[in-house]
């Protein structure tokens, strides 16, 4: 069981991979496969013998970003050397990796913003094609001679690019859209562009080269094209249900021997889809095989189909994080980690790993798809009516009336549940970890006391980047998903993930697009806005212009006076809207910098605004009808004694249960299907759609007793005045914005200023999840 509520039971054999594979590719003979690990903690290049499925060697990369291509004769990988803005070409010889020589496309990040991204070698090896995905261009390279021959500028962010047969014609998939660009090599130019579906990324050529596959990450499809006329033949939709929702994220094609079998990896379903190509223009599902975590590429070798999984096999407990390993172990790790390395930050926990699957029999593929649907939660029913109990407040389906109407969503930043509410004895806590107790936050703590405390809440994303993202979609694109971990690791990067880059967007837009269409009112005060301007075009008039974005030199009084100012305006006029957004995130803290607001004064400062906030709310006429949804964007990387996804939320309002306890495994897609119901919204992801709703927190019976705030326990003025080394580390972290602090230091000094200087930090846990199981019902089969 992964915290999102998905399981996953991988078929085949297994080998350990680095942090994050995100590509991987054959020699020519079949000799050799290269890995590509792309991660937020070690980036490195794996050689792997695919035959005897052992690890040869690897080389540690400071950067690298997705793109791989052997020379025909085997004797040279190439390897993108990420944001450093070359190309590294590794000698593979004795079945080793030598010295890397270097291709310089620029000036290392952030002077110079190239990344190559997907890249080919001609069969003489004296071209080398690499397409890039911070300039969008697509770079002709004499890699003897070290020389840029031409530089073709792309509409848009590119992710792969495959070379004809013939050497004639190269594809580009322009990520960031729904398109496929045709390079004519002897013109020298972008001859046409052929329209595929949404965020192409991974291109696939038959031998003969007069067929292209593309596969779609936001549309769950394969563009199948003919070469010949550059037309779309057939579209291959990968999901397990007929269903147009995001979700599925395919990202990986091969072909079998024969080319009569065509292997498509589902990065969100956690599955390859497999499809009969025997009779052209009429592919046919054959069935799912279940594989790891995040499947991010598939080869085929034989009849040996390998599959890298990017976020690995599974999410266990483990209590003292990632342990060091002997130089025997093939994972891939440093070895001689310590208690407080890299590798315990929650980005840097998932490793990924290579499966080796017998391609399978007819009967075997069969009990495959069985394990595939058993481990999906996901299905049609649950798009039209959603699982839950008659006469609640939240409606199962959509045009079922409520007697909420008014919804207020507030978005907090990167708390674990241990670190605030682990010293309630009414819940699954570790007063050991428990930093922002009672006395920190004796409104959070009345909060989860008189209405329901939920100590099963995890959240769907990593960090802020994706947080966000999940947060206002139920979806982070593969976009997003791919990108921020290089980002997170210091290596540069575009970023962007709160609005301001399209490219990043869900294909249908996050939840106020999807209010607008539906024509539901609607406002943000300080979600993706900041002080009257919006960072996306559905939230153009319909932001608070007061509100602050993240901003750690603003207190979150300073958001509640401007929500409640804006509030009472609307009120008067008796135009409060349906669904609102609420940014109130100094829970995020600034560390211990000097002079800065100490760690337990910030996170009291957005108690004492969170209990304002729903105070004033609730001696308002519009409270009967009113509730509030408070949960974190992430958890980031704060220790947690039984997941460290698992973060503190709450549900508050006239029809919430009072004085409860509920242990229902919830998470943000959950919580965000909940609003969805109430506010008669369909789904916008196949996980939102999944996702067990809050039915449980809520009662017919209304309790319209207003709440009194808990004044603060604490000196909110409180600065940090204490010169030791955590103050010093925290001079040099980035505050301008969310998580650009290293967020396992900034978490371990924030350990520090609660429990002291010479504390220790626990790492954070992964969770073997153990739930009673819903019985699908027969006709979901």
Same mark, same amino acid.
């Given at each position: 069981?992964?915290?999102?509520?998905?399981?996953?039971?991988?078929?085949?054999?297994?080998?350990?991979?680095?942090?994050?594979?995100?590509?991987?590719?054959?020699?020519?003979?079949?000799? #050799?496969?290269?890995?590509?690990?792309?991660?937020?903690?070690?980036?490195?290049?794996?050689?792997?013998?695919?035959?005897?499925?052992?690890?040869?060697?690897?080389?540690? #990369?400071?950067?690298?970003?997705?793109?791989?291509?052997?020379?025909?004769?085997?004797?040279?990988?190439?390897?993108?050397?990420? +944001?450093?803005?070359?190309?590294?070409?590794?000698?593979?010889?004795?079945?080793?990796?030598?010295?890397?020589?270097?291709?310089?496309?620029?000036?290392?990040? @952030?002077?110079?913003?190239?990344?190559?991204?997907?890249?080919?070698?001609?069969?003489?090896?004296?071209?080398?094609?690499?397409?890039?995905?911070? !300039?969008?261009?697509?770079?002709?390279?004499?890699?003897?001679?070290?020389?840029?021959?031409?530089?073709?500028?792309?509409?848009?962010?590119?992710?792969?690019?495959?070379?004809?047969?013939?050497?004639?014609?190269?594809?580009?998939? #322009?990520?960031?859209?729904?398109?496929?660009?045709?390079?004519?090599?002897?013109?020298?130019?972008?001859?046409?562009?052929?329209?595929?579906?949404?965020?192409?990324?991974?291109?696939?050529?038959?031998?003969?080269?007069?067929?292209?596959?593309?596969? +779609?990450?936001?549309?769950?499809?394969?563009?199948?094209?003919?070469?010949?006329?550059?037309?779309?033949?057939?579209?291959?939709?990968?999901?397990?249900?007929?269903?147009?929702?995001?979700?599925?994220?395919?990202?990986?094609?091969?072909?079998?021997?024969?080319?009569?079998?065509?292997?498509?990896?589902?990065?969100?379903?956690?599955?390859?889809?497999?499809? !009969?190509?025997?009779?052209?223009?009429?592919?046919?599902?054959?069935?799912?095989?279940?594989?790891?975590?995040?499947?991010?590429?598939?080869?085929?070798?034989?009849?040996?189909?390998?599959?890298?999984?990017?976020?690995?096999?599974?999410?266990?407990?483990?209590?003292?994080?990632?342990?060091?390993?002997?130089?025997?172990?093939?994972?891939?790790?440093?070895?001689?980690?310590?208690?407080?390395?890299?590798?315990?930050?929650?980005?840097?926990?998932?490793?990924?790993?290579?499966?080796?699957?017998?391609?399978?029999?007819?009967?075997?593929?069969?009990?495959?798809?069985?394990?595939?649907?058993?481990?999906?939660?996901?299905?049609?029913?649950?798009?039209?009516?959603?699982?839950?109990?008659?006469?609640?407040?939240?409606?199962?389906?959509?045009?079922?009336?409520?007697?909420?109407?008014?919804?207020?969503?507030?978005?907090?930043?990167?708390?674990?549940?241990?670190?605030?509410?682990?010293?309630?004895?009414?819940?699954?806590?570790?007063?050991?970890?428990?930093?922002?107790?009672?006395?920190?936050?004796?409104?959070?703590?009345?909060?989860?006391?008189?209405?329901?405390?939920?100590?099963?809440?995890?959240?769907?994303?990593?960090?802020?980047?994706?947080?966000?993202?999940?947060?206002?979609?139920?979806?982070?694109? !593969? %976009?997003?998903?791919?990108?921020? @971990?290089?980002?997170?690791?210091?290596?540069?990067?575009?970023?962007?993930?709160?609005?301001?880059?399209?490219?990043?967007?869900?294909?249908?837009?996050? %939840?106020?697009?999807?209010?607008?269409?539906?024509?539901?009112?609607?406002?943000?005060?300080?979600?993706?806005?900041?002080?009257?301007?919006?960072?996306?075009?559905?939230?153009?008039?319909?932001?608070?212009?007061?509100?602050?974005?993240?901003?750690?030199?603003?207190? !979150?009084?300073?958001?509640?006076?401007?929500?409640?100012?804006?509030?009472?305006?609307?009120?008067?006029?008796?135009?409060?809207?349906?669904? +609102?957004?609420?940014?109130?995130?100094?829970?995020?803290?600034?560390?211990?910098?000097?002079?800065?607001?100490?760690?337990?004064?910030?996170?009291?400062?957005?108690?004492?605004?969170?209990?304002?906030?729903?105070?004033?709310?609730?001696?308002?006429?519009?409270?009967?009808?009113?509730?509030?949804?408070?949960?974190?964007?992430?958890?980031?990387?704060? @220790?947690?004694?039984?997941?460290?996804?698992?973060? @503190?939320?709450?549900?508050?309002?006239?029809?919430?249960?009072?004085?409860?306890?509920?242990?229902?495994?919830?998470?943000?897609?959950?919580?965000?299907?909940?609003?969805?119901?109430?506010?008669?919204?369909?789904?916008?992801?196949?996980?939102?759609?999944?996702a067990i709703p809050l039915y449980e927190c809520f009662t017919s019976k209304a309790d319209f007793t207003p709440y009194k705030v808990k004044p603060a326990l604490i000196d909110l003025d409180r600065r940090n005045v204490a010169v030791n080394e955590s103050s010093k580390r925290s001079a040099l972290f980035n505050f301008a914005k969310e998580d650009a602090a290293p967020d396992l230091d900034l978490n371990e000094v924030v350990w520090k200023s609660v429990k002291g200087e010479d504390s220790v930090m626990p790492s954070p846990k992964r969770s073997a999840f153990v739930i009673l199981e819903i019985k699908k019902d027969d006709d979901d089969d």
């Open positions: 069981m992964l915290p999102n509520g998905w399981k996953i039971s991988p078929a085949g054999r297994t080998l350990t991979l680095g942090d994050l594979p995100l590509n991987m590719q054959l020699s020519a003979s079949g000799k #050799l496969l290269a890995v590509t690990n792309n991660g937020q903690s070690t980036q490195s290049v794996q050689l792997i013998d695919p035959k005897t499925e052992q690890l040869l060697d690897q080389k540690e #990369l400071g950067k690298s970003w997705y793109g791989l291509a052997f020379s025909r004769d085997e004797k040279q990988l190439y390897v993108s050397g990420g +944001n450093d803005n070359w190309i590294l070409n590794f000698s593979t010889k004795n079945n080793k990796l030598g010295q890397a020589d270097t291709i310089t496309l620029g000036q290392p990040w @952030p002077k110079g913003k190239i990344c190559p991204t997907g890249m080919v070698v001609n069969k003489s090896n004296n071209r080398l094609y690499a397409v890039t995905k911070e !300039d969008s261009s697509l770079y002709v390279i004499d890699p003897a001679a070290h020389n840029i021959l031409k530089k073709v500028k792309l509409a848009n962010i590119a992710y792969s690019c495959v070379l004809s047969p013939d050497e004639k014609t190269l594809y580009i998939s #322009l990520w960031g859209s729904d398109k496929v660009a045709v390079y004519n090599i002897a013109a020298g130019n972008i001859t046409t562009t052929i329209i595929t579906g949404n965020h192409p990324n991974e291109l696939l050529l038959n031998k003969k080269g007069n067929t292209l596959f593309v596969a +779609n990450a936001s549309d769950n499809t394969v563009s199948i094209i003919n070469t010949l006329n550059n037309k779309v033949v057939e579209t291959i939709s990968t999901s397990l249900y007929p269903t147009m929702l995001t979700g599925s994220t395919t990202n990986g094609l091969a072909l079998s021997s024969n080319e009569k079998t065509l292997y498509i990896a589902n990065a969100d379903n956690n599955c390859l889809a497999v499809f !009969d190509l025997t009779k052209p223009g009429y592919s046919k599902s054959m069935g799912f095989i279940p594989v790891g975590w995040y499947p991010t590429n598939v080869k085929t070798l034989g009849r040996k189909i390998l599959v890298a999984n990017g976020k690995g096999l599974t999410s266990m407990a483990n209590p003292q994080g990632p342990q060091p390993v002997s130089k025997a172990d093939n994972s891939g790790y440093h070895t001689g980690s310590t208690p407080n390395s890299k590798l315990q930050y929650i980005a840097g926990l998932f490793k990924g790993s290579l499966l080796f699957i017998d391609a399978p029999k007819p009967e075997v593929l069969k009990t495959y798809t069985r394990e595939v649907y058993a481990n999906t939660p996901f299905t049609n029913k649950k798009v039209a009516q959603a699982e839950g109990e008659a006469n609640n407040p939240v409606p199962r389906k959509p045009g079922e009336k409520s007697p909420i109407k008014h919804i207020f969503y507030i978005i907090k930043e990167n708390r674990t549940y241990d670190q605030v509410l682990g010293d309630m004895p009414e819940g699954n806590g570790d007063t050991t970890l428990c930093l922002f107790g009672q006395k920190v936050t004796p409104n959070h703590h009345a909060l989860a006391k008189d209405f329901v405390l939920l100590d099963n809440f995890y959240v769907d994303a990593e960090v802020s980047a994706d947080g966000h993202n999940w947060s206002m979609a139920a979806y982070a694109t !593969d %976009i997003v998903e791919k990108t921020w @971990p290089t980002s997170y690791g210091n290596r540069g990067g575009s970023t962007s993930f709160e609005g301001g880059r399209p490219a990043t967007y869900p294909r249908d837009g996050f %939840i106020w697009d999807y209010c607008k269409r539906a024509g539901i009112s609607y406002r943000s005060y300080g979600e993706f806005s900041d002080n009257g301007k919006a960072n996306i075009k559905a939230l153009e008039g319909h932001i608070s212009p007061k509100s602050p974005g993240f901003n750690m030199d603003i207190k !979150d009084q300073v958001r509640v006076d401007a929500w409640q100012q804006d509030f009472d305006s609307l009120l008067t006029i008796n135009a409060v809207p349906q669904f +609102n957004t609420i940014r109130i995130s100094n829970d995020h803290t600034s560390g211990q910098r000097l002079g800065k607001i100490s760690p337990a004064a910030a996170v009291a400062d957005n108690d004492l605004a969170i209990g304002r906030f729903i105070e004033h709310l609730s001696n308002s006429p519009i409270w009967k009808e009113s509730v509030v949804f408070i949960l974190e964007d992430d958890a980031q990387n704060g @220790p947690d004694h039984v997941d460290a996804h698992r973060s @503190p939320a709450f549900v508050v309002g006239p029809y919430v249960k009072r004085n409860a306890v509920v242990h229902t495994m919830y998470s943000t897609s959950g919580f965000l299907r909940t609003m969805e119901l109430i506010l008669g919204l369909p789904p916008m992801s196949q996980y939102d759609a999944a």
